[in-house]
């Protein structure tokens, strides 16, 4: 089955740039969502569609998706951003979908 | 405003079962579909299961293979819930269970209700 790998971690101070990591083989063929998740809360959907935000997420959230690596950027970054970060894609092949491990985002 | 609420969740030992229910409130249910993702404790979210919303034709489901053959997932329109019926429960199936709403044309789960426990222990 499809298999998307993320990077465990990720530090960054208040007011950088924060870029996580999503690898797939040919991903940027696959639309790509994003998740952000904070303990004891549901997760909630950050950006959509590689790069498309809902209502409601500022536009420091961003995304990217090309060759085999889509991106999540958060520009910056506030305190409050500090949670794990999941992508999500849908495999045709299986009819599944699939996360990534999630990448724990901590802001220094 | 689109609300979604778990049920059923609690404890229970390897080999029993358990029913999940999902009430959904706010939108047009039998026009979304519904999917169940699960959290084990400490560890990343894994989706469980798809059922499709009332416009297909056969509504399929989709299972993870971690859950194939022992859970299955179905829906009532009319009390506008999902369901999840558990079966052969196992150590590993422990996880807070959330059900989530597919938003229009796969892109993504939009909303989420807060999730219920589910621990398997003897």
């Known amino acids: 089955s499809y298999v998307l790998t993320q990077p465990p971690s990720v530090s960054v101070a208040p007011g950088q740039t924060a870029r996580m990591t999503c690898g797939g083989n040919?991903?940027?063929?696959?639309?790509v969502h994003w998740y952000q998740k904070k303990p004891g809360q549901a997760p909630e959907l950050v950006v959509y569609?590689?790069?498309d935000r809902p209502s409601g997420i500022p536009e420091r959230f961003s995304g990217s998706n090309s060759g085999n690596t889509a991106t999540l950027t958060i520009s910056r970054v506030e305190a409050g951003d500090e949670a794990d970060y999941y992508c999500?894609?849908?495999?045709?092949?299986?009819?599944?979908?699939?996360f990534g491990g999630g990448t724990k985002l901590t802001v220094l | 405003e689109v609300h979604l609420v778990e049920s059923g969740g609690g404890l229970v030992q390897p080999g029993g079962s358990l029913r999940l229910s999902c009430a959904a409130s706010g939108f047009t249910f039998s026009d979304y579909g519904m999917n169940w993702v699960r959290q084990a404790p400490g560890k990343g979210l894994e989706w469980v299961s798809f059922?499709?919303?009332?416009?297909?034709?056969?509504?399929?489901?989709y299972y993870a293979d971690s859950v194939k053959g022992r859970f299955t997932i179905s829906r009532d329109n009319a009390k506008n819930s999902v369901y999840l019926q558990m079966n052969s429960l196992r150590v590993d199936d422990t996880a807070v269970y959330y059900c989530?709403?597919?938003?229009?044309?796969?892109?993504?789960?939009?909303?989420w209700g807060q999730g219920t426990l589910v621990t398997v222990s003897s």
């Open positions: 040919n991903i940027g063929s696959k639309s």
């Open positions: 989530a709403r597919e938003a229009v044309g796969a892109r993504g789960f939009d909303y």
């Open positions: 999500q894609v849908w495999d045709s092949r299986s009819d599944h979908w699939v």
């Open positions: 059922i499709n919303s009332r416009r297909s034709t056969g509504s399929p489901k």
């Open positions: 569609d590689d790069s």
